[in-house]
């Protein structure tokens, strides 16, 4: 068979073909099953085969796909959007549709830029984002972003926007409570503001939990109430890029909804229509929608796909899916008892420094050294090597390196999807721990630990 179509960057590389999925399993073209203990890329929330999303995506299908946003309105846009208006918090009752989650967060970088110049303030254009953040692949995104692996090599070509350090509980300075570290992580916020001046700063953008580039890194509380009050206080807006952690993923609606912050822009993707067709959102309030409206009138965004009655019709059948299965409620439930078995292999194992996470997104962080929680280099790609023995043992697990070197070590993202039972946990962590002990063992051989 022709291998022409390049499926990942690794070029070189040949991946198993896929054959079909149902619920948490995956089967590929040879038989072999896989557990997608990490919904492919935190994305197949609601599990693969549900029989209820393809009926909705067929019957759409019969009736139209495709109608430009320009020219129709359908039945499935308005009553997605309604759905979203009800889950989200405060008057996040706008939705703007797009196709990836880098759409998604360029999409809020660009109304929120927009928002100060219908304000007549557009001298109101940088945006504040956190190292060790990840917001998506393309330009503007990237520049939003503080992944260090996927910006590098085009670091001349994104705009230089001001980063400040975000809250990273398992390497907070020694003696520190958790309370004082997320006043002062916060209020790293308010010096970056005055060092730039709010008259320059638009917006600050944040992932309410630290994704690919930290591996579930869950804030302290008090951190995100303190951002908010310094966002009111400079007039600066607050962009929470939900792209992993909305639609129930951490077992709330929305990440920031543990803290009872309401943000000014909020991006879907992901679990919104949960891997069964390209579909992601930038939510925004009436206010915004108010002075865009009395403005200029048209939101300067907007790609060929946006609002296709299509992906509208699927993703809304994921979420009614969500609903009426309580999958938010699942993923707090069993999200606990995940992290709880994650707990007893990080008690157990020297490699694992530290297992962190919220709902049903859990992250393992792997060390050289235990007591000192010395990082490996990423050179000697530790996590890279768990991933590589948990896929030959059938498991699938999310890199997580945001590759700082000597700040954060490698780690990984366990996140199956919200369905997974105790049984189906069980099973999952006896193959991650097989994996993890044989590359503890390779490690040891090598004298690496
Ligand atoms: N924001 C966050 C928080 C993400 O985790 C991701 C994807 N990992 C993105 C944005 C980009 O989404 P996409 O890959 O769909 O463009």
Not at 98 to 105: C, F, H, I, K, L
Not at 154 to 171: A, K, M, Q, S
Not at 239 to 263: L, S, Y
Not at 369 to 388: C, D, H, M, R, Y
Request: hydrophobic share 40%; aromatic share 8%; with cysteine.
């Amino acid at each position: 068979m022709s291998r022409s179509y390049v499926i990942k960057p690794e070029l070189g590389k040949t991946y198993p073909f896929i054959s079909h999925g149902k619920g948490i399993y995956l089967y590929d073209k040879d038989g072999k099953r896989y557990i997608d203990g990490c919904s492919g890329a935190v994305t197949a929330s609601i599990g693969h085969g549900v029989e209820e999303v393809a009926e909705a995506m067929y019957q759409q299908a019969k009736e139209v796909s495709f109608a430009y946003r320009s020219h129709f309105s359908s039945d499935a846009v308005e009553e997605l959007g309604a759905k979203l208006a009800e889950w989200a918090p405060g008057s996040l009752n706008w939705t703007f549709f797009v196709s990836s989650g880098s759409e998604a967060t360029e999409t809020a970088q660009k109304i929120a830029i927009q928002y100060w110049q219908e304000k007549g303030r557009p001298t109101k254009n940088r945006i504040i984002s956190r190292w060790m953040s990840y917001h998506g692949i393309t330009m503007g995104a990237l520049s939003m972003s503080g992944h260090v692996l996927r910006r590098k090599r085009f670091v001349p070509l994104l705009e230089d926007y001001p980063t400040i350090t975000g809250p990273y509980p398992y390497r907070r300075p020694a003696g520190m409570s958790l309370e004082a570290y997320a006043l002062e992580c916060a209020n790293e916020l308010e010096r970056a503001i005055l060092r730039v001046g709010a008259e320059q700063v638009a917006a600050f953008i944040a992932e309410p939990v630290i994704g690919a580039s930290g591996g579930a890194v869950v804030p302290p509380d008090g951190y995100f109430q303190r951002i908010r009050e310094i966002c009111d206080k400079y007039e600066v807006l607050f962009i929470a890029d939900e792209v992993m952690t909305g639609v129930g993923r951490t077992g709330k609606a929305f990440g920031v909804d543990h803290w009872g912050v309401v943000p000014d822009l909020m991006t879907l993707g992901k679990g919104m229509s949960a891997g069964y067709t390209p579909m992601a959102a930038t939510m925004v309030t009436d206010e915004i929608i108010e002075t865009i409206t009395q403005g200029s009138g048209l939101i300067m965004a907007g790609h060929t796909y946006s609002a296709n009655p299509q992906s509208a019709a699927v993703s809304l059948a994921v979420l009614k899916y969500v609903e009426k299965h309580g999958l938010i409620e699942k993923a707090a439930e069993q999200g606990a008892y995940l992290l709880s078995r994650l707990q007893e292999l990080a008690d157990e194992l020297p490699l694992i420094g530290e297992a962190r996470g919220l709902g049903m997104l859990c992250g393992l962080e792997f060390v050289k050294n235990k007591e000192t929680k010395e990082p490996f280099a990423l050179s000697e790609g530790v996590a890279s090597k768990v991933i590589a023995k948990a896929f030959e043992k059938g498991l699938l697990i999310y890199p997580a390196m945001g590759g700082i070197e000597g700040v954060a070590g490698d780690s990984i993202i366990v996140s199956p999807p919200l369905t997974i039972t105790k049984e189906q946990i069980d099973e999952l962590i006896a193959l991650l721990k097989d994996a993890i002990v044989s590359v503890q063992q390779e490690l040891k051989d090598k004298a690496l630990i």
